[in-house]
């Protein structure tokens, strides 16, 4: 349970600072981080991409699941 | 390239290349865009506050509000959030704005005045890159104004609709509201294409999520340089524009709507930055945001609108003639309570409360 983030209701740059701390402590693995804006999910998105994780977002409710894969 | 940095860039582009053109047409010089200016002088204009020179119902703000509304409805990306924290972010915008009309502009006329060749406003920039570095420290201890939840759909209109009527105020110009007769305020390019331009720039920031603050900030956090592309193409396109006009005239003094106070230019921009990266965004973005139905960003706009009210009716305001030393006290009580709000606002603090999150 420790590889979830949860973002919802937070602006940019809390979502990215929340899954940066998580992503610097593991190497590889999954990580599925909740936000709730496409901002947030943007630019999370952009963070793991630049950190070389594979990202598949998907609707959740009002919010979106992004599921990092490395 | 990606999708989205090519969006950025046209986004700012045609930013700095509409500034350029709205000055051509009459806007104040290297004031193209401004949201600090522009609510300033729709404050006035409502008469909240009674500085005469600066009293106007710019169209480009509830054009650039009612803009980043449509584009986030024809997105389905319009949600209703709020209650993080709001009376603080009111605060928060209220001394964001003292700064700003202390250096006299927001971060995106400081790129703006730059690129006319004012050098003052790169003091004001190094000052809101400073700003932002103390910011980050403190979201790197913590600090967080909360999550914000979903409210009832209706609530989020409530904001566009106001701009709204700030636009039927404009066209119907009852007896109650001031337009200028001189100064900046009475130098106005023609309503339609002002509004026009509003509404263009609302939809690309909107789309872009163009953040001039958000630039510095990513840029220093996270080694992350995507939104000063949008920052960057700012400054390129009108400084092409001000080269091709003959309006670039770099240098210090007798800079248009300008002082030559370095110390005042970077502690006004400190405070902002500092301000803005607490709230999570500059004054673009906080309009970008209140339209997308966050109504915890419109109250910062309602903050940003009674700090200006309370700059002018005050004499804290700066004027090309300098900084007033109640502008100067204003400043430093101002980076007083930022401080005090970053310091109360980190978990240590906050975790005696109500639980967040997980």
Not at chain 2, 70 to 95: C, D
Request: charged share 10%; net charge positive; hydrophobic share 55%.
């Amino acid at each position: 349970m420790a590889n979830e983030v949860d973002a919802r209701g937070l602006l940019c740059p809390e979502p990215v600072l929340m899954t940066k701390r998580v992503l610097d402590n593991i190497t590889g693995g999954t990580v599925q981080v909740l936000v709730s804006n496409m901002a947030a999910r943007e630019n999370v998105t952009r963070l793991a991409e630049n950190k070389g994780w594979r990202v598949e977002a998907s609707q959740q409710g009002e919010d979106f699941l992004l599921v990092l894969n490395k | 390239m990606s999708k989205q940095r090519m969006l950025l860039i046209a986004a700012g582009g045609s930013i700095g290349v509409l500034a350029v053109v709205l000055v051509a047409l009459g806007n104040p010089a290297n004031m193209g865009y401004c949201i600090a200016c522009f609510l300033r002088d729709i404050t006035g204009g409502l008469g909240f506050h009674r500085a005469a020179p600066v009293q106007y119902l710019r169209p480009e703000i509830p054009g650039l509000v009612l803009g980043a509304f449509l584009a986030s409805l024809a997105t389905r990306e319009f949600k209703t959030v709020g209650g993080s924290s709001t009376f603080t972010r009111f605060i928060l915008g209220f001394t964001a704005m003292i700064g700003m009309l202390v250096f006299l502009g927001c971060p995106l006329r400081a790129v703006l005045r730059l690129a006319g060749g004012d050098l003052n406003a790169a003091v004001g920039l190094v000052g809101l890159a400073a700003g932002v570095y103390i910011g980050i420290i403190f979201l790197k201890s913590g600090f967080t104004l909360g999550r914000a939840v979903p409210q009832s759909q209706g609530n989020g209109y409530l904001f566009p609709a106001l701009m709204a009527g700030v636009l039927v105020l404009l066209f119907a110009k009852p007896a109650f509201v001031f337009f200028s007769a001189e100064g900046p305020g009475s130098m106005k390019a023609p309503v339609l294409i002002a509004l026009a331009a509003g509404l263009v720039v609302g939809v690309l920031a909107q789309r872009s999520r163009l953040c001039m603050v958000g630039g510095i900030r990513d840029l220093i956090f996270f080694r992350d340089g995507h939104l000063l592309y949008g920052f960057g193409a700012i400054f390129v396109a009108a400084l092409l524009g001000n080269l091709v006009m003959g309006s670039f005239n770099p240098g210090f003094a007798g800079q248009p709507v300008a002082h030559t106070d370095g110390l005042w230019n970077f502690l006004g921009m400190t405070l902002a930055g500092w301000a803005s990266v607490l709230l999570g965004g500059c004054p673009l973005r906080q309009l970008v945001a209140g339209a997308e139905g966050n109504t915890d960003s419109a109250v910062t706009i309602l903050g940003l609108l009674a700090g200006a009210a309370v700059a002018h009716n005050f004499g804290l305001a700066a004027s090309p003639q300098g900084v007033p030393v109640a502008g100067q006290v204003a400043v430093i009580l101002g980076l007083a309570a930022v401080f005090a709000i970053a310091v109360v606002n980190r978990p240590a603090v906050v975790t005696g409360g109500v639980s967040i999150g997980k």
